[in-house]
Every structure is written in structure tokens, then in C-alpha cells.
């Protein structure tokens, strides 16, 4: 029997591939229609996103094959939804950050930032957070907590070392002064010294013994606390810094994407400087409580000691000790070189273009100069793009030195910031296809029906005030991504919430933009998010400590979101109004 289980365990992938369009299948059977059809499309893919019986990118390719055959949308129309603009500007953010990555630029600004923070417990958590909330808001997160992690155990391990030495310098201090206590003793009677050798004695000895295997416990329990505390405070703020920027995580440009999908007369809502705007102050504010919770859980309520206010003497010497450990690293990397100086001024360019491109509350340069009339013409897209093409123009190296070979000289040019092999092996191009099908399946949706018929039946939750629906879709959002990738769950999850918001007559993106930022609350589980599955593997952590810790910061989450949404971002994007491109229908005043 056990034989039996262990081969179906083996083969469930399989089996999942099997059994899940077969067991489904008798919908589009009884229920001849294109919204039948369409939605089983969505419920297989849907299927097969969570469990990954196929590789993600593989499923997104599913509307490549079935629309056509279910006479939802004709091939060519399909194929097109798979390279759109925010594909684009998905590649040209991410050829950014693999420059930054290959010259690491990000290291130097990781090791400077911490040099500044110091090493106290506290502000050591903070330095750590700051760092890689700030780095992941341009690179991967996943990129960043693999550079943040051996940073932070190098650190750790030179803090423990030092408390262990200072530990057992106290512990010979302590020796010393007994063996004064003992020829102080020698001068009394010898009647008297006998007797207390017999009681006394033995029992001392053993009491010094004991005393240091306590100490060293306490110390050791001590620092896999803290050592708990800032794997976490890593893998949680790189998913929290990822929410502040546009190309900061997927799951915001799939948003972006399905605004543009669904609703194509939108007036650019969502660009860069606008979702800054909303989602900065959001993450700030959930990464200011995570260091709070991190800090009561693992270094307990006496901020007066983790801030350093009560140091001792051994103390100082034990954070000095890790201050030159970071010290040391930043030695290594010496002083900046040419194309570090260049991918950095490239990356300040390209931060300052697409705030300027269209801020909203002044013509921005794309408009005076290029498109007065249409906004849609230059986008965050095409300055992404032309910061990328920059990167494999300028050269590394502005000193041309002869190479001696043999009796001749040969002049050979220096090599580009970027060349195409490092970007073919960083790139992650399943993304692309993953963004692709998204919005495949956006397009079916409306081209089947489907989002119409979805819509009237959701027309009862008009009856619920609008801040409870988006508390409840933030609750299912946060849940749902701990089981599956945040791509795939904000792909099954906004064309719904867009077509509900607008049978309801609710600005679509009251709904839309909670469900897109929750995706990121993926706190509880390591295979929640590549970031936690890293911190995990170093084997600190055990799957309770990070669900007891991500349980309340996702519910934390969901109240910050919905802070946002009913306070600054409320006014940011006139969420109390139906928007005139919403209302395609002309049934919402």
C-alpha cells in the first residue's frame, strides 16, 4: 500500500495534467457558450498556475492554443497580447538591474547605507530593511536577498564570536577573583579551612562550571533569535520595497497592463510617478511596522538596550568588532570604478525621466516636446528602452592601453556596460510569458463575454460599502498568493474585480489596486515567494517562526492597504468618482 502511494506522489504532476481538463470538461460539454468555454480555459489555468504541474510560463501559453479552437479570438489577435508595452517595460527595467547587478553597484550602496546605520540590534534591523526594501524597489527581490543574506550572516557570526569572547574574558575575570578569595582563605586556621573544603569545595566548582553552560546557552539562544529576526526582516522587506515602484514586482505591471487591456481610453492612469505616489508612502508605512513587530519578537520590549542606550563596555567592543567586519567588505570593493560611476548616473537618469515624463500636476516633458495632444505616444516604455539601448552603447572603460602580443601591439575596445550574454543568462524570460498570458486571458474574457456575465452576477455586492469589499478582496488576495505566485494571482484576480467594479458602478481601480499591492503580502510560507524559500534554506528558520511572524503582518498588510486606499490615494486618483473610461457600457452615471 505504501508502494502504491508513493508512486501516485511521484506521478501526481501527471496526473494533475490529466485528470483537471477531464474532470472539467463536461462544462463547456453542457454549457455550449463562449463564456463557458472561456472559463474553462481560466479554470484549468488556474489549476495548473497553483499547483505547477507545467512550469508557469508553459500554462501561459494555453490561450495560444485554445482560443482559437474554442472561436474566442483568432490566433494572430492572441499572439499579440503577448508583447505589449508593459512587456517591454518589464525587459527595459530589468536590463537596468542586471547592470547594476553585474557591476555591483548594488553591494556598495548595501555596505555604505549599513557603515552609516551602525550595528546596534536595532538600528542594525533597520539598516538591513532600508537597504533591501530600497534595492528592491529596481532589481529583483529575489536578486537582492541573495546578496543581502550572506551579508547579514557575516555580521551576525562576528557579533556572536565577539559576545562569546567578551563572554569568556568575564568568565577568566570571574576565576581570578576567586583564586584572590582562596589565599585570602589560606591565612585563616587550618580547623576552619578543612571544613569549609568539604562543604564548600566541590560544590563551587561545579557552580562555576554550570554558571558558564548557562551563559553560553543564554548567548547561543540569543543569537539564533536574532539571527531569525534578520533572515526575516530581509525576505519581508524585500517583497515590501518591491511594491513602491512600478517595475518593482510583477504583479504591478500586470495592473498596469490589464488597465490598458480592459480599459483603453484610461488617460495613462497608471504610470510610473503616479503608482509611486500611491504605493512609496504605503510601503514605507508597512515597513516602518514590520521593523516594529520583528524588533517585539525577536529582541523583546527593551528598545532602550536594542537601541544601544544601555551598552556596556563589552558591548561597544563586540559592535565595533562587526562595524569593521562591514568595514572591511567596503575596503574590498575599493573606490568606484568607471562603469560603476556610469550605470549609476544611466540609473539616476531613468529614475528622474519617468518621474518628469508625465507627473500629472505639470505638463511633463514627454508632452511639451513630443505628443501636446496624446500622452500615449512616448510612455515609461519607450524611456526604459532608450536608458537599455545606452547601456550596450557606452563602453566600460575610457583608457585604451596596448595589449603586448609578441613583438606587436594590438588596440582592442573596451566591452559595453552590458553585453548580450549577461543579460541571456539573468534574464528571467519566463516572466514575459507569463505577463503575456495575463493579458491573453483579459482579452478573452471580454471578447467571450465573460466579464460582462461575471459583472451582472456580482451586481448584489452593491449593497456593501466599498471600503468592506476592498477589505475582503485584500484578505482573499493575501491568502490566495500564500498558495500560489503573485503573477498568476493578480492575473486570475483583476479582470474579475475590474468587471464587478464595474457592473457596480465603482471605480474599477478601488478594487484593482488593493488586489495588486496584496499580492505582494506573501509573508507566511517559504514557498510563498523565492525571497522566503532563500531565507529558509539557510536553516535558522522553521516554518512556524515564519508563519507566526507573517500571519500578523499580512493582517497588518491588509490594514495599511486600506489606509492608503481611503486616505491619500483616494484623492490621487479620484476613487470616490465612476471615471468616464470606465463606463463603457453608458449604464453608470
Keep these: 500500500m505504501a508502494g502504491f502511494w508513493q508512486t501516485i506522489l511521484a506521478f501526481r504532476k501527471y496526473l494533475i495534467i490529466v485528470s483537471v481538463p477531464l474532470l472539467f470538461l463536461p462544462l463547456p460539454l453542457a454549457v455550449p457558450t463562449k463564456e463557458a468555454q ?31 479552437l474554442m472561436n474566442i479570438m483568432d490566433s494572430t489577435t492572441v499572439c499579440q497580447e503577448y508583447l505589449k508595452d508593459t512587456n517591454m517595460l518589464f525587459i527595459g527595467g530589468l536590463l537596468m538591474a542586471i547592470a547594476i547587478e553585474n557591476w555591483q553597484l548594488h553591494k556598495r550602496i548595501a555596505l555604505r547605507v549599513l557603515l552609516i546605520t551602525g550595528v546596534r540590534p536595532a538600528l542594525l534591523l533597520m539598516g538591513f530593511m532600508i537597504v533591501t526594501a530600497f534595492l528592491s524597489m529596481w532589481i529583483s527581490n529575489t536578486a537582492t536577498t541573495a546578496m543581502m543574506v550572506p551579508i547579514a550572516q557575516a555580521v551576525l557570526e562576528q557579533l556572536h564570536k565577539s559576545e562569546m569572547e567578551s563572554s569568556t574574558a568575564g568568565q577568566v575575570s570571574e576565576n581570578i577573583n576567586k583564586a584572590f578569595e582562596l589565599q585570602e582563605e589560606a591565612t585563616k586556621p587550618e580547623s576552619s579551612r578543612e571544613t569549609e573544603k568539604k562543604d564548600v569545595g566541590n560544590s563551587h566548582v561545579l557552580t562555576v562550571e554550570e554558571d558558564k553552560k548557562i551563559n553560553e546557552n543564554l548567548l547561543d539562544e540569543k543569537h539564533k533569535q536574532f539571527c531569525k529576526g534578520m533572515s526575516l526582516c530581509i525576505c519581508y522587506s524585500a517583497s515590501i520595497g518591491g511594491i513602491a515602484t512600478l517595475t518593482g514586482t ?27 505616489s500611491f504605493a512609496f508612502p504605503t510601503a514605507i508605512v508597512l515597513l516602518v511596522l514590520t521593523w516594529i513587530w520583528l524588533q517585539i519578537l525577536y529582541l523583546g520590549f527593551n528598545f532602550r538596550k536594542n537601541f544601544g542606550c544601555a551598552s556596556s563596555a563589552s558591548e561597544k567592543v563586540k559592535e565595533q568588532h562587526a562595524y569593521n567586519i562591514i568595514k572591511e567588505e567596503c575596503k574590498k570593493l575599493g573606490s568606484m570604478k568607471f562603469p ?60 585604451n592601453k596596448d595589449k603586448q602580443t609578441g613583438s606587436k601591439s594590438k588596440i582592442r575596445a573596451p566591452p559595453a556596460l552590458l553585453d548580450w550574454k549577461t543579460v541571456h543568462q539573468k534574464m528571467p524570460w519566463n516572466i514575459v510569458f507569463l505577463l503575456g498570458g495575463g493579458f491573453a486571458l483579459a482579452k478573452g474574457s471580454e471578447e467571450s463575454g465573460l466579464s460582462s456575465w461575471l459583472g451582472t452576477k456580482l451586481t448584489p455586492l452593491q449593497q456593501i460599502p466599498p471600503p468592506a469589499i476592498a477589505f475582503l478582496l ?15 494571482t493578480t492575473t486570475l484576480f483583476l479582470p474579475i474585480v475590474a468587471s464587478m467594479a464595474e457592473a457596480i458602478c465603482l471605480n474599477p481601480l478601488y478594487v484593482m489596486l488593493p488586489c495588486t499591492v496584496s499580492a505582494s503580502l506573501a509573508f507566511m510560507l517559504p514557498v510563498a515567494t523565492p525571497p522566503n524559500a532563500i531565507v529558509f534554506s539557510y536553516g535558522q528558520l522553521k516554518v512556524i517562526d515564519m508563519a507566526k511572524a507573517g500571519f500578523v503582518l499580512n493582517i497588518l498588510g491588509v490594514l495599511t492597504i486600506t489606509l492608503a486606499l481611503n486616505t491619500w490615494s483616494s484623492s490621487l486618483f479620484q476613487l470616490q468618482t465612476f471615471p468616464s473610461w470606465a463606463n463603457k457600457t453608458g449604464k453608470c452615471p
Design 38 to 68: 472561456c472559463g474553462y480555459t481560466i479554470i484549468i489555468m488556474a489549476l495548473f498556475w497553483c499547483t505547477e504541474a507545467l512550469p508557469l510560463a508553459v500554462t501561459s501559453l494555453f490561450p495560444v492554443l485554445l482560443f482559437p
Design 250 to 276: 510583477t504583479p504591478n505591471l500586470i495592473l498596469q497592463g490589464q488597465i490598458a487591456e480592459l480599459f483603453p481610453n484610461n488617460d495613462n492612469v497608471i504610470n510610473f510617478a503616479s503608482w509611486f
Design 340 to 399: 560603476e560611476i556610469a550605470v549609476l548616473i544611466l540609473f539616476v537618469l531613468l529614475v528622474l525621466l519617468w518621474f518628469t515624463r508625465d507627473p500629472g500636476f505639470i505638463p511633463g516633458w514627454a508632452t511639451v516636446l513630443f505628443n501636446k495632444n496624446d500622452t500615449s505616444y512616448v510612455t515609461d516604455t519607450t524611456v526604459a528602452i532608450f536608458i537599455s539601448v545606452l547601456l550596450f552603447i557606452i563602453p566600460s572603460n575610457i583608457s
Design 474 to 488: 485584500c484578505l482573499l488576495v493575501a491568502t490566495f498568493t500564500e498558495c500560489a505566485s503573485n503573477v498568476a
